[in-house]
Structures are given as structure tokens and as C-alpha cells.
């Protein structure tokens, strides 16, 4: 599975990611001419700084499998394409009930009228794995984007192979110390925004060796 | 390497894709793999919206909306916008007054009798000049007029002016809007200075304001220190007569040392030239086995040097690195401003010894060889013959010269044009008048990796002479159109009817060469003498200016003080200034109620040359003259 993954230790905080994200999913698509479009173009990636000074992390919809997002739209407006494994969202469908971002784990999903199409009022925008890129061979735009290594995209597998080694210090450190905080997926979807927060600080502590 | 597959489209010259091919086949990395791994570049920064002027920062608003609005100063996109325009007009302007006052301390210095390889060659013009400058002349001898015009141009460069000895030149009207715009530049350095600091944490926090300020720390120049530069180079090297010389990498010749002449100032190449032609130097040559000393030129020492002796020139800025592909150029001698620090890199994967030579411009990698005026023809000499050491190092195996040069006419100063027009602008004028000539462009600035090499520069300035308006050139615009063949008399055949009679029986070619990218200044000199013969201000004048492929900072300063001085002028490359509207829309509408001028932005040279051409016949009816509706050519580009 080729997926978009996060070296959080790597990102710089830059947000050039953000940029990209919102001139690809412009009408344009050109930076120039995307900052006068209206309605703007909305990021959906979302760099957040971290409990320390320096830190950061890109936040965008990991395309969980199970989705809880998809699980609870009420207007089957979430799929999944099977393909190239990735949570797609159709704004024609949506009807802004946010029911997806309620229990998303990560708070990946916004409300924001799309400015490359779709209908003239706000729905559920998200990460749609740059499709038409992938597609084309290209990288995601937020992959194009990140010079400094945080956003990669590749087999899952491989990448996390590829940290594997480097990083066995440090997890071999947070799995003692960190044996208290639950990472279990929860078995209903009232406790994933719960599990994902826990998961989230867990990652970034443990990638700045701090569990 | 990446960036190089489709080597068409990176340049139009033959010569630089034949150099590219090789790059990529021997894994030596170019500008244009360097361009590939930095795209997409920095939105914030291509958008003009990060502030890393203190440490409260750095900040960067976010031009979609949605994350912050103001840096943590409070500034917003218009604040930070205006604060990084005025300090990089105040860094291009910064780095044309200091090559200005470079060659001013070498005048003065020579003046006092204090040099070694320099002299006063156009003494009618250093005359010419101190009257200018209130100098007594009459019953004096050259060297106390130049050491008294040295001190006057020196206060210039001071804070105890409240005007630049060169401002007479303009016309009355435009020196008095200037001065109810408070934007009279008042010394050289002052005004860059006062930029930086008006761009300082909490001072100038109004953008209307600081940009008016960009536009007098952007007069300092053109009218200033670039002015400086011309005029005294004129002095010492010669003013420029039209001479004809080759161009492009076929200059290099495999069979003698090759020394090229690389970055802008005219102070060091001329000794170099000068010790080129030593008889010891020559025969040491031969005794190593090449046939003779061969200088070319490379960016703008190129033209400082080929518009008044003639010496060939191998290129303009992209092709800084790819001479020395060749592989047969055994010495690169630079000074300073446009250098790439890669060049020393490419130099590596071959025998070539770069040699820097200005002390404020040290090269990792380089030879440095300290220039110093007062020994200037020896260090001459011991540059020449570090290139003579290099090329016995030369591997000819290795050497791969594209064929061919094209001929080029270089060397029309405002004298040279005036001369040929029998002493007074009014056949040119009436020329205008009649509509043989509908106008005059000055077509100018860099090369730039973001466009194809060359191609901006030569569309715009053949749909310009197509369409009888004269072009006129300097920098690496004045080697794009030399090697598209535009520059000799006979390309008159490629220009409208009019503007073709007119070459024709001045036989001068439809593009004229005025010189480096200082020498911006003789096109300001000659909108002068125009816009004061018609006893109107410049902005009046069926003129514009054009950078297609800019992308340097003094670009930025020249474009500023060319709209200015009331100069309608189009970019080919967008300026760092899109995530202010607000600045985008002074720069491109509120200037023209301002000075009489705008900026447009325009990547399309074709739709570029409809731009100019419009303006050009409004400005023509303007003035009453016979003029083409402005509509009409708008329709033609749809």
C-alpha cells in the first residue's frame, strides 16, 4: 500500500506543504494566480506546532481502514477507492453535518466551499491523496513540496522499514517507558478522537525521545 | 540529472544545449538541475509574504486566509511585501552605486597620479562632464579637472546633498514631481541606508510609504550611481563607438589560451586586455605550444568590453557555467555581481582556474588574486599568465567547442547614437513623428532559469522591430538578440518598413547595443535628451521598458527607477509582490496617477509586445501624433 508518511523529527515547521496542498487543489493550480480566487483554496494538510519549541507535525486524514468518518456519514458522501486505497470524500453528497470530524481521530477534515469545483456552499474537504497526481505518476503536491524529508511517499511497508533501523534506540527507550499509555484502537467509534490524540502525542514524544 | 531531459526547452542557443547535453551525459550539475531540486520553491517567499527581519520572527502570513494575517509585529501581507521590495531595490541599487564608486576611487586615484594601466581616453567627454557639473575647464589640464570632478561626484555619494549632481539632465516637470512626491533622491548611499532602516522592526509601517521610498532609493541609482559608472568608464575606457565583434561559445578557440572575462566591472578586464597583448606574455604562450592569447567575455564585463574594443563574447549569465564545458577554457577571471558560486564547481571537472579578483567577492575554490589599482597593469600581467600555467593543464581530448559564431555590432552611447544621427536627436524625432519609428523599447535585464535562455528576450524584441519600434539593448538582453542574428544592419530586413529605412540609410541594425547593465543609464540619458528637445517630461514619450527574463535585485532597482523616471516597463518574470494586492495594484494602476508610469507583469513575451505596442500608440496620440487605435491591437491577440 503507497501511503503519505510522516517523519515528524524531520519537519521544519515550514508549512510549505499547506501551500502546496492549497494551489493543487485550486482552480488554477497556479501559486500566482490561486491567491486571488475566490473562494480561496484551502489547505488539507495543516502543520501543528508541538509541545516543544521546534517542533512540529503535518496533519492531514491518514485514509484509515476502517474509516470512522466513512463509518458515520449519513449520506454515504465517504468511500473508499480501492485502487489507491484512499478515503474519498464527494462534495455533491455532503451536507456539512460534520459528523465526520466529530469522530476522526486526527481532526483532518474541515468546512470550506471547494475552489476547484463542486457546489457553491461549504462541505467536507480533506486529504484526497493528490489522486489525480498519484495517477500520473507525480508525487502528492505536499511530498513535492517537503525539502526536508518530513512527507514521503511509498510502500508503507518500505518506509517504515527505512526507519526501522534508524530509529530502534529510541523506540526500544519509549516502549518501557511508555508501557501505561494505551494505543489499542478502541472498539467503538465514540473513543477514536480519544485514541488519536493519546496516539499523536505518543508519536511525537516518541520521536523526540522524550517517552 | 533531472531538469535536463528536455534540453529544447531550457534554452533556444544551440551552444547551450549542445553544453547542457554534455552536463547531463558527464553527471555535472547545472543551474537547471539546481532549479529542479528546488521546485517547488517557497510559496510564502516567491508570494513576498515572509518577514525574517527580526526575531520575534520569522513570520509568514498565509495568503489563502485561513492561518495567520500579521506577522508577530502586527505587520500584514502589505507591510511585509513593501518592507522585502524595498530592501531588495535597496540591494540592487546598493551593489550598482558601489560598482559605481569603484571605478570613481580608481578615477580620483588616477587623477592624483596614483595608478598603474589606466588613463584618461575621452578627455571631450571628461570636459564635456565637468561643465555638466559646474567645473571650470577653460585653461586647466585634464587631471586637476578630473581630480576636482572625482570630489564633487564623491559628495554624491554623501548626506550633505539635497539633489545628484546628474538630476540636471532631467526635464524641469520631472524634477518637480519628484520633489512634491519627496522622492528627489538626495545622496547615493543615503538612501539605501535609509531603506534599511525603514524596513527595521517599527519604523516605516505605512507600504504606500516605504515604496515611494523604494522608488527614490531606486533613483539613487539610475540617476546616481549607475550614472557614475557609465560616464567615468567612459572616461578612462573610452566612450563606445559602434565596432563589430562575434558572440557566442564559438569564440573559444581551441588553439589558444582562453581567459574569460566574467561579472561587471571594466577595472580589472582592461588591464587583463592590455596584458593580453604583452609580447613576453604572448611568447610565453607559443612556448607552451597554443597560438596566441584569446579573451572573451562573459555577462556584463562581456559588454563593457566588446562595446569598446571589440573583444568577442561567449554568452550571457546561463551560460556562465557551460563555457566552461567546453572544456577549452583554461582561465575564468571574475569580478563581481551575477558569479554563481557554482562555477568553481564545474571548473573542478575540468582544468579551468576561476581567479577572483575583488576583495569584497571571494569564490571557495578560486585563486584569489587581489586587484589593486595601483599596480594594475602587473596583476594584469600575473592573471594572464596563471591562465597560460592553466591551459598546459588543458586535456584536448576533452575539448568540444560548438561551432560557429555569429557577428554582432556593439557601442552605440547615447554619443555614438547622436553622432550618427548628425549631432541632434531631431532626425530621430522626426522619424517618431512621421511613425517610421512608432517608439522606442528598451528591452534589458537577465536571463533566468524559470524561462527558455534567450527566448523572452528575442520574441519581444522581434515583434517590437516588426512593428517599427526600435529596441534597444543592454546586458544579457544585448547577447540574446547578438546571437539571434538581430544586431548587424542587415537584420533591418526583419523589421517593419519604416524603422527599416531608417537603418538602412543610417546603416545601423534595428537593435542597438548600449552597453552593460549600468549603462541602463544612457537609455535614461537619452529619454532625457528627447523628452527636453520636445520641451515635454519623459513620461510623455512613446517609450518602455522591458525585463523578460529578469532575476536579479538591481534588476528590480533598474525597473523602479526606470517607472520612475516615467517609464512604462513590463516584467517577464513575477516580482516577489502577489500576496499584497494591494501592492500589486499600486504597482501595476495607482503608480500611473503617481509618476506618469506603471509596471505590468507579463510571462508571454508575444502578449508582452501587445502591451508595449499599445501603450506606445496611446502615448503617440497623446502627443498628437498619427497613432493606431489601442483597441485594435488588443484584438489582434485574441
Not at chain 2, 531550457?10 to 552536463?23: E, G, K, Q
Not at chain 2, 558601489?98 to 571605478?103: C, E, K
Request: proline content about 5%; hydrophobic content about 40%; charged content about 20%.
Amino acid at each position: 500500500m503507497k501511503t503519505i508518511f510522516v517523519n515528524p523529527e524531520r519537519c521544519v515547521g515550514c508549512r510549505q506543504c499547506e501551500f502546496a496542498c492549497a494551489v493543487e487543489h485550486s482552480a488554477s493550480r497556479d501559486p500566482a494566480q490561486a491567491v486571488f480566487e475566490s473562494p480561496p483554496p484551502r489547505s488539507r494538510i495543516h502543520v501543528m506546532p508541538g509541545r516543544w519549541y521546534n517542533t512540529s507535525f503535518p496533519n492531514r486524514c491518514r485514509h484509515c481502514n476502517p474509516a470512522p468518518c466513512q463509518q458515520v456519514c449519513p449520506t454515504a458522501a465517504i468511500t473508499r477507492d480501492a485502487e489507491h486505497d484512499l478515503v474519498m470524500t464527494d462534495a455533491g453528497k455532503c451536507i456539512a453535518c460534520a459528523m465526520c470530524a466529530m469522530v476522526c481521530p486526527f481532526d483532518a477534515v474541515t468546512f470550506h466551499e471547494a475552489a476547484n469545483g463542486g457546489p457553491a456552499r461549504v462541505v467536507a474537504l480533506k486529504c484526497d491523496g493528490c489522486l489525480e497526481r498519484i495517477a500520473a505518476g507525480q508525487p502528492p503536491a505536499c511530498v513535492e513540496a517537503c525539502k526536508s524529508g518530513a512527507l514521503v511517499y511509498g510502500e508503507l511497508n518500505e518506509l517504515i522499514a527505512e526507519g526501522r533501523a534508524r530509529e530502534a534506540s529510541v523506540v526500544l527507550t519509549s516502549a518501557v517507558a511508555s508501557q501505561s499509555a494505551s494505543t489499542r484502537p478502541p472498539d467503538h467509534v465514540l473513543g477514536w478522537r480519544a485514541w488519536g490524540t493519546t496516539a499523536t502525542e505518543l508519536n511525537e514524544g516518541v520521536h523526540h525521545g522524550r517517552h | 540529472m533531472a531538469g535536463t531531459e528536455n534540453v529544447s526547452q531550457l534554452s533556444s542557443c544551440n551552444d547551450a544545449r549542445a553544453m547542457i547535453v554534455r552536463a547531463k551525459e558527464e553527471g555535472i550539475e547545472t543551474v537547471w538541475d539546481r532549479l529542479a531540486a528546488q521546485e517547488p520553491q517557497c510559496g510564502y517567499c516567491s508570494l513576498g509574504v515572509s518577514c525574517r527581519n527580526c526575531s520575534m520572527g520569522p513570520c509568514r502570513v498565509d495568503p489563502f486566509g485561513e492561518g495567520p494575517q500579521k506577522g508577530v509585529c502586527g505587520a500584514d501581507a502589505d507591510i511585509i511585501v513593501a518592507r522585502n521590495l524595498g530592501r531588495t531595490i535597496a540591494a540592487g541599487a546598493a551593489a550598482h552605486s558601489d560598482h559605481g564608486r569603484d571605478i570613481l576611487e580608481v578615477f580620483g586615484e588616477l587623477a592624483e597620479g596614483a595608478t598603474s594601466g589606466y588613463e584618461l581616453r575621452d578627455k571631450v567627454k571628461l570636459e564635456a562632464l565637468a561643465e555638466e557639473w559646474g567645473i571650470e575647464v577653460e585653461g586647466r589640464d585634464s587631471q586637476e579637472i578630473a581630480l576636482e570632478l572625482a570630489d564633487a561626484m564623491m559628495e554624491d555619494f554623501g548626506s550633505r546633498k539635497t539633489c545628484l549632481g546628474f538630476s540636471d539632465r532631467l526635464p524641469h516637470e520631472r524634477r518637480e514631481l519628484w520633489a512634491k512626491l519627496g522622492i528627489t533622491p538626495r545622496g547615493i548611499d543615503r538612501e539605501s541606508v535609509e531603506m534599511l532602516h525603514r524596513t527595521h522592526m517599527g519604523v516605516d509601517n505605512d507600504y504606500v510609504n516605504t515604496l515611494l521610498h523604494g522608488l527614490r532609493t531606486s533613483l539613487s541609482d539610475g540617476w546616481g550611481g549607475s550614472m557614475v559608472a557609465t560616464e567615468l568608464s567612459d572616461v578612462m575606457f573610452g566612450t563606445p563607438k559602434p565596432n563589430t565583434s562575434k558572440i557566442n561559445l564559438g569564440t573559444l578557440r581551441a588553439e589558444c589560451v582562453n581567459i574569460a572575462l566574467h561579472g561587471h566591472n571594466p577595472l580589472l578586464s582592461d588591464v587583463i586586455m592590455q596584458a593580453a597583448e604583452d609580447q613576453e606574455l604572448v611568447a610565453l604562450a607559443k612556448e607552451k605550444g597554443a597560438e596566441g592569447i584569446n579573451l572573451v567575455g562573459l555577462c556584463c564585463t562581456g559588454n563593457e568590453l566588446q562595446m569598446r574594443t571589440g573583444i568577442p563574447m561567449a554568452g550571457n549569465h546561463l551560460m556562465q557555467e557551460l563555457v566552461i564545458l567546453t572544456g577549452a577554457l583554461d582561465a575564468m577571471v571574475v569580478d563581481y555581481q551575477c558569479i554563481m558560486p557554482a562555477v568553481t564547481d564545474v571548473a573542478k571537472c575540468f582544468h579551468t582556474e576561476v581567479i577572483s579578483t575583488a576583495d569584497k567577492a571571494k569564490f571557495t575554490g578560486a585563486t584569489h588574486i587581489s586587484f589593486d589599482p595601483h599596480r594594475g597593469y602587473e596583476i594584469g600581467k600575473q592573471i594572464v599568465r596563471k591562465g597560460i600555467e592553466a591551459y598546459t593543464n588543458r586535456n584536448p581530448e576533452r575539448v568540444r567547442i560548438p561551432e560557429g559564431t555569429v557577428e554582432m555590432m556593439a557601442g552605440f552611447s547615447v554619443e555614438a547614437i547622436l553622432g550618427a544621427l548628425g549631432g541632434t536627436p531631431e532626425p530621430l524625432v522626426e522619424a517618431i513623428k512621421a511613425g517610421k519609428i512608432r517608439g522606442a523599447v528598451g528591452v534589458v535585464g537577465c536571463n533566468n532559469p524559470k524561462v527558455q535562455q534567450d527566448l523572452g528576450h528575442v520574441t519581444l524584441t522581434k515583434r517590437l522591430i516588426e512593428n517599427d519600434i526600435l529596441v534597444l539593448v543592454t546586458g544579457c538582453s544585448a547577447v540574446a538578440n547578438g546571437k539571434a542574428g538581430l544586431m548587424m544592419p542587415a537584420a533591418a530586413e526583419m523589421a517593419g518598413p519604416g524603422l527599416k529605412e531608417v537603418c538602412e540609410s543610417l546603416g545601423i541594425p534595428p537593435v542597438l547595443h548600449m552597453g552593460s547593465c549600468v549603462d541602463n543609464t544612457r537609455i535614461l540619458t537619452l529619454a532625457a535628451a528627447l523628452a527636453n528637445y520636445l520641451g515635454t517630461d519623459i513620461d510623455k514619450l512613446p517609450l518602455a521598458g522591458a525585463a523578460p527574463e529578469w532575476y536579479s535585485e538591481k534588476a528590480v532597482s533598474i525597473g523602479a527607477y526606470v517607472v520612475a523616471s516615467g517609464i512604462y516597463t513590463v516584467l517577464g518574470v513575477q516580482p516577489a509582490i502577489f500576496g499584497s494586492p494591494n501592492v500589486v495594484n499600486l504597482l501595476a494602476a495607482g503608480l500611473e496617477d503617481v509618476v506618469g508610469a506603471k509596471f505590468a507583469v507579463e510571462a508571454d513575451p508575444e502578449k508582452a509586445a501587445l502591451l508595449i505596442r499599445r501603450h506606445i500608440e496611446t502615448k503617440r496620440e497623446g502627443l498628437g501624433l498619427p497613432f493606431v487605435e489601442a483597441a485594435k491591437i488588443a484584438a489582434e491577440a485574441a
